[in-house]
């Protein structure tokens, strides 16, 4: 059965504070720039901790004639506070964006480097929020590398729990685990309670996604105790449905109920009520109660739709497609198929991870570069503070110094190779993918303009045929493991089990070699999260659901 909803990383930090300054100064130095409404300025100083969106409204007014060459401290402050609103209240990113980019220019020009970062920190978030995680990527390491120059820990702290889940989605396991170590030390350093039980909840996110569902309730559990000590209704309710969602996969549904029955009176927001109804219908569609997981997706998506989470409600409309086609609704399938692409193509998506990966690579490339810089200048050090020795001596350091350079520069051009090839390798695939997902979704388009049932269906037969052989190509990649499909074991179990897909069949023979998720996620070029949906269907077709017994152990009587 198909996973519609992954456990939630949290990543919601709180907004950075406005800081208010004398009405006097502000309206002085307001009134000098071009095209300044001053009545406009009163009236949103007047508002803005009270009737909010009159506020927001003379805001926007203002800040849209003045002259954009003009900044100030209180120009950036204005730009944070209609940003704030977008993002928090509104949900809507991509004005948050906007807004919090229009500070971000402020504060460069004035020279305030750590609201510069604090801009930057915040505009990663957002981009994250957005989907576009190369973007997140690149402003996050950007702020990263300013609070480092600033000293500041907290912020430093938040950063690394923001590059965690970006690394997590280029399924970098170990760059993500790293930055959640740096973050959970940074908050034990800072007595950050409320760091620590965010820091857990990402270390659960991170075990759920690599199989481990008992460490992750263990670490979800730990994290509720920290959560209700601080009173943080908002983290609270993010693990309460994280718990949920573990126990679901783990078929425990009562107390995956009553876990959402306690997330219920704090899901204040649209983001929390979004993620509360598409939880609730997680839990219905794997208790294949189609209808009322049908009727908590469609408000799931109704609450998402109320600000951006266009990719949240793609992956809400692919589920609803497949619930629809089971039960024979093709109508509404064919509908939920067209929305799903309307909020996020798969062409998009793959743009999005090219950038994404380039990014990644760009960044490890500085890095190691500037590892290699340092090498190269504590060389130079050495050979300077030799020039008192003998000669001899001289001489032979020389014959050392030349030996490390010549090293570090092989060292420096088998990187850079190396990183090239992963990196072409990875966007040929992608591109592939984009291909074949392009011409299906050519011919859903085609599919509009037909009315004939009979050649529809076929149309849609040739788009089935075309995403199955995509997963057949997947099949030449696995080099070794080919011999397998020819031996006792795979005759048994096809024997036995004759309607098992390629694709199952291959994930048997790897588990039977006791691989792990991770090894077979890289050796099928499929995400994690595909191979944990592909073990849970497994179980279901070889009858294991609410069993104890695991698939190796049940493979194994094959053998």
């Known amino acids: 059965m198909k996973t519609v909803y992954a456990i939630i990383f949290f990543l919601l930090m709180q907004p950075a504070a406005i800081l208010h300054c004398r009405q006097v100064d502000s309206t002085a130095v307001m009134s000098g720039i071009q095209g300044a409404d001053m009545t406009l300025y009163a009236i949103w100083t007047k508002n803005k901790d009270f009737e909010k969106e009159k506020a927001i409204d003379c805001a926007e007014l203002f800040l849209s004639r003045i002259d954009t060459s003009a900044h100030n401290i209180y120009l950036a402050h204005m730009y944070d506070y209609v940003s704030q609103w977008y993002e ?69 702290m938040d950063c690394n729990m923001m590059l965690g889940a970006i690394y997590k989605i280029c399924n970098d396991i170990e760059k993500s685990d790293k930055c959640y170590q740096e973050y959970a030390l940074l908050a034990e350093k800072l007595n950050d309670s409320l760091g620590m039980a965010k820091n857990i909840n990402n270390m659960a996110a991170l075990s759920f996604n690599t199989g481990d569902t008992a460490r992750a309730i263990r670490l979800l559990l730990q994290a509720i105790d920290y959560s209700e000590n601080v009173a943080d209704t908002e983290e609270l309710c993010t693990i309460y449905l994280n718990t949920a969602l573990t126990y679901i996969h783990m078929g425990l549904y009562e107390k995956a109920e009553s876990c959402l029955e306690r997330a219920r009176p704090l899901s204040n927001g ?39 989470f266009d990719r949240r409600i793609s992956q809400l409309y692919e589920i609803l497609n497949y619930l629809y086609q089971s039960s024979g609704d093709t109508i509404n399938a064919y509908a939920c198929l067209q929305k799903m692409y309307d909020y996020w193509t798969p062409e998009s998506n793959n743009e999005i991870m090219i950038e994404l990966f380039r990014a990644r690579e760009e960044i490890a490339m500085n890095s190691k570069e500037m590892l290699l810089k340092k090498e190269k200048d504590r060389t130079k050090a050495t050979i300077l503070t030799s020039v008192s020795c003998t000669i001899i001596l001289i001489l032979s350091i020389i014959l050392v110094m030349k030996k490390k350079t010549y090293e570090i520069k092989n060292r420096e051009v088998a990187v850079k190779s190396q990183q090239r090839i992963t990196e072409e390798r990875k966007m040929y695939y992608l591109r592939m993918d984009n291909i074949i997902n392009k011409a299906i979704h050519d011919l859903l388009k085609i599919c509009q303009g037909i009315k004939n049932g009979k050649t529809r269906e076929e149309i849609m037969g040739v788009c089935t045929e075309l995403s199955e ?79 104890g017994t695991t698939l190796q152990d049940f493979l194994n009587n094959f053998n």
Not at 282 to 308: H, T, V
Request: one cysteine or more.
């Open 88 to 156: 928090f209240e509104e949900c809507l990113f991509s004005k948050a964006i906007s807004y919090r980019e229009g500070s971000l220019r402020q504060y460069t020009a004035i020279g305030d480097t750590h609201s510069q970062a604090m801009s930057e920190s915040i505009l990663g978030r957002l981009y994250y929020k957005k989907g576009l995680y190369h973007k997140a990527l690149e402003y996050t390491y950007s702020a990263m590398e300013l609070f480092t120059k600033t000293g500041s820990q907290k912020d430093i």
């Open 270 to 308: 649209i983001y929390e009520k979004g993620c509360w109804y598409a939880v609730y219908g997680q839990l219905y569609y794997n208790k294949d109660e189609k209808a009322k997981a049908i009727s908590y997706f469609n408000k799931a998506i109704e609450e998402y739709g109320k600000g951006e």
């Open 469 to 547: 052989s995509n997963n057949k190509d997947n099949m030449e990649d696995m080099g070794n493991f080919m011999y397998e499909f020819d031996n006792d074991f795979y005759r048994k179990l096809k024997k036995q089990y004759p309607s098992l897909t390629v694709n199952e069949s291959r994930i048997c023979v790897l588990l039977n070699k006791n691989l792990s998720t991770k090894e077979i996620s890289e050796i099928t070029r499929q995400s994690p999260e595909s191979i944990n949906l592909a073990r849970y269907r497994l179980r279901k077709k070889l009858g294991l659901t609410g069993k």
